[in-house]
């Protein structure tokens, strides 16, 4: 009888003991509860943002259907909406200058940003352009056969591992137009370096966009912003032609208030220029265009201006200082992708520039992936890391204390390199990534911030 009772007091006592010691484990559990962040979702834990493959997984489990809503809505009434507004705002609005010095912050014309104005949609343009971009097929066939093949189908299927807050617009509304230039001025940036091809010309996926130039050069000055020029690499570009290019470009839109012209050291105000995959055509056709002694030289002519050559690999720096340019740029948001977008080489080559009296422009990027349209190039993505990616990139920039700091870019969404807003999107079987947990805004913002880091240690650099 002593040995039950015993027992009997064992077992109470491990019982009264375990049921403490679950209330106190649920109060634990409750007390982490309250910390822990009102965005977070379902197995959305605090560090979730630095990887997009858990990113993706997030948005199949978000709970805030008005952000998908807002994605998923019907593109071409909303572009519609957005173009009735924006034309009835021009209308109406006598002094938006004034206005927008208020409400936005102050351009930096050192800070140059590429422009894409490729895009089309049924409404505008009677079907979709590059938005239905095709995946583009590996050189060899061998490692091709193991990747999809065929085009995307907008609006719910694009060429892009992200989605616009615009939707699948077309680069020839109005309202578009001026929603981006709310955005880059928002950005604090100055110069938009808009791709262009000569007239008629467009790239394989594109149709042709000069006639475009004008709304852009009208939408800019509205937002004090200026516009210079990305000459796209086309069939026969040579000396002769890009004689005949420079001069359309000055002859036709030199006069506009918003065609960048920069001050040089000299007290010049020339037009500069961009020269994408300049390393294509040899040092000796570059010549006869930059030289002074060239046979088709545009040096002291009407036409004069500063080109900035594309920079891959380090040999490239040579052929630049001998064809004559006045500068080289990066373009490639990359890091690691070639000589020039390694951050760790920037200050290498700007004193080569230095000693070259040329121009050393980095190119800074928030990211990059190109899947979407490059299924078999996942080796050169670049996460985005929550805007550290960005941030590490200007840091970078701001080392080698450059004159001027381009940006990959506002919009080149196949390469996911933009920084306009985008928004979270799940369709079929495509889930695009997202700025999550930051708003869509997060990198005009970023920009933002470091345009004026740019501003206060530019101040510093000429004291």
């Known amino acids: 009888i002593l040995n039950y009772d015993i027992m009997a007091r064992f077992r109470r006592r491990t019982c009264i003991i375990l049921l403490l010691f679950i209330l106190f484990i649920c109060s634990i559990m409750m007390a982490l509860k309250t910390l822990r962040?009102?965005?977070?979702?379902?197995?959305?834990?605090?560090?979730?943002?630095?990887?997009?493959?858990?990113?993706?997984?997030?948005?199949?489990?978000?709970?805030?259907?008005?952000?998908?809503?807002?994605?998923?809505?019907?593109?071409?009434?909303?572009?519609?909406?957005?173009?009735?507004?924006?034309v009835n705002t021009m209308k109406s609005s006598m002094s938006p200058v004034k206005k927008l010095e208020v409400e936005l912050s102050s351009p930096n014309y050192n800070f140059h940003i590429f422009y894409y104005?490729?895009?089309?949609?049924?409404?505008?343009?009677?079907?979709?352009?590059?938005?239905?971009?095709?995946?583009?097929?590996h050189w060899d066939p061998k490692i091709a056969n193991n990747y999809p093949k065929g085009r995307h189908n907008p609006p719910e299927d694009i060429g892009a591992n992200f989605y616009p807050e615009l939707g699948s617009y077309s680069s020839k509304d109005p309202a578009v137009i001026e929603a981006h230039m709310k955005q880059m001025r928002s950005a604090s940036t100055g110069v938009i370096v808009l791709s262009w091809y000569p007239p008629g010309m467009a790239d394989e996926n594109g149709e042709?966009?000069?006639?475009?130039?004008?709304?852009?050069?009208?939408?800019?000055h509205k937002y004090s912003l200026k516009v210079t020029f990305h000459i796209e690499p086309y069939k026969d570009r040579?000396?002769?032609?890009?004689?005949?290019?420079?001069?359309?470009?000055?002859?036709?839109?030199?006069?506009?208030?918003a065609f960048y012209r920069h001050k040089t050291s000299t007290g010049r105000l020339l037009p500069m220029f961009y020269v994408y995959d300049s390393y294509v055509t040899i040092p000796e056709i570059w010549a006869n265009l930059?030289?002074?002694?060239?046979?088709?030289?545009?040096?002291?002519?009407?036409?004069?201006?500063?080109?900035?050559?594309?920079?891959?690999?380090?040999?490239?720096?040579?052929?630049?200082?001998?064809?004559?340019?006045?500068?080289?740029?990066?373009?490639?948001a990359t890091n690691g992708f070639s000589y020039g977008s390694s951050h760790h080489n920037w200050a290498s080559l700007k004193a080569f520039c230095d000693s070259n009296n040329l121009m050393f422009i980095p190119s800074v990027g928030p990211g990059y992936i190109d899947t979407s349209i490059r299924p078999w190039n996942n080796h050169n993505t670049r996460n985005r890391v929550n805007g550290k990616y960005y941030e590490t990139a200007f840091s970078a920039?701001?080392?080698?204390?450059?004159?001027?700091?381009?940006?990959?870019?506002?919009?080149?969404?196949?390469?996911?390199?933009?920084?306009?807003?985008?928004?979270?999107?799940?369709?079929?079987?495509?889930?695009?990534?997202?700025?999550?947990?930051?708003?869509?805004?997060?990198?005009?913002?970023?920009?933002?911030?470091?345009?004026?880091?740019?501003?206060?240690?530019?101040?510093q650099w000429l004291m």
């Open 37 to 86: 962040p009102d965005r977070a979702g379902f197995g959305d834990p605090f560090g979730l943002g630095l990887l997009p493959e858990l990113q993706q997984r997030t948005v199949l489990l978000d709970s805030k259907q008005n952000l998908l809503n807002r994605a998923q809505g019907d593109t071409v009434t909303r572009v519609s909406n957005l173009h009735n507004i924006a």
């Open 117 to 137: 104005t490729w895009y089309g949609n049924p409404q505008f343009d009677g079907k979709y352009i590059h938005w239905n971009h095709p995946l583009l097929p």
């Open 208 to 220: 042709p966009t000069d006639d475009l130039v004008p709304v852009v050069l009208d939408y800019a």
């Open 238 to 257: 040579d000396d002769r032609s890009m004689y005949h290019n420079v001069k359309y470009i000055i002859d036709k839109y030199g006069s506009h208030p």
């Open 290 to 332: 930059l030289t002074v002694s060239g046979s088709q030289s545009i040096r002291n002519t009407p036409y004069d201006a500063l080109f900035i050559a594309l920079l891959v690999e380090e040999r490239h720096k040579h052929d630049i200082h001998r064809s004559g340019f006045d500068g080289m740029y990066t373009y490639f």
């Open 397 to 459: 920039a701001l080392l080698v204390r450059p004159e001027i700091i381009s940006i990959t870019s506002f919009n080149e969404w196949h390469e996911g390199t933009q920084i306009e807003k985008a928004v979270p999107k799940r369709t079929g079987q495509v889930v695009y990534l997202d700025y999550k947990p930051h708003k869509p805004n997060v990198y005009l913002e970023l920009t933002q911030k470091w345009s004026e880091k740019y501003r206060k240690e530019q101040e």
